[in-house]
């Protein structure tokens, strides 16, 4: 099984500052890496598949980078309503589908 | 739009069975596979179940394999999971998740439900 870790567990920022969220993949996922945006309550979004791309309707702030091992979800400048808990997720094996632990990222 | 709407929770005693259901609209049922996924009260995601668009293909996760069936009614846009010899680590909120198909890839989740929440407690 493919396991995901995700850091840091908890990322406090305020309005307006960058985010820089990390995913590992304890061996290559390739680029089938996905990012979920989850706020309380509610169910996950997709946000950003295949590592790079954004889900239709996703602010052009949100963007992922990384390939292999190591992924990265970056928030340009947070708005109030980014403060949630984000999921990385790997596509590479059927059907052992992993999500990471979560990072949540809070107010200030 | 659209809209995956779950039924079938509650509270169900460990050893039982319960059966969820997934009603979907607002897309050609029949194009795409369906998963179950579920989350632990105060906990992450787990992906469960999923099911190719004509049941060809269905995957388990270890966690579940051999206990839970996943099924689908394309005539009815309905998607099922058969849950028996329940657990209590079961407990969790589950998740009816559409498959991203062409415009984002297999196995990449597009579209949600809110939820049916399962409770497994004597």
Redesign the interface.
């Known amino acids: 099984?493919i396991v995901l870790t995700q850091s840091p567990a908890t990322l406090s920022l305020s309005p307006g500052e960058r985010a820089t969220l990390s995913c590992r993949a304890s061996q290559s996922v390739s680029s089938?890496l996905?990012w979920?945006q989850?706020k309380p309550g509610?169910?996950?979004?997709?946000l950003i598949?295949?590592a790079s791309?954004r889900?239709?309707g996703i602010p052009a702030r949100f963007s992922g980078s990384g390939s292999g091992t190591d992924f990265t979800l970056t928030i340009s400048s947070l708005e109030p309503e980014d403060f949630a808990v984000y999921?990385c997720?790997q596509?590479s094996n059927?059907?052992?589908?992993?999500?990471?632990?979560?990072t949540k990222v809070d107010i200030k | 739009e659209v809209q995956l709407v779950e039924s079938g929770g509650g509270l169900v005693q460990p050893g039982r069975s319960l059966r969820l259901s997934c009603a979907a609209s607002g897309f050609t049922f029949d194009d795409y596979a369906m998963h179950w996924v579920r989350q632990a009260p105060g906990k992450g995601l787990e992906w469960v179940s999923g099911i190719s668009w004509n049941s060809g293909s269905i995957g388990y996760a270890d966690s579940v394999k051999g206990r839970f069936t996943i099924s689908r009614d394309n005539a009815k846009n309905s998607l099922y999971l058969q849950m028996n010899s329940l657990r209590a680590e079961d407990t969790a909120l589950y998740y009816c998740a559409k498959e991203g198909g062409p415009d984002y890839g297999d196995y990449v989740f597009d579209y949600w439900g809110q939820g049916t929440l399962v409770t497994v407690s004597s």
Do not use: M, S
């Open positions: 099984e089938y996905a979920y989850q509610q169910a996950p979004r997709l598949y295949d791309n889900a239709t999921y997720q596509r059927w059907p052992q589908f992993t999500f990471g632990p979560g």
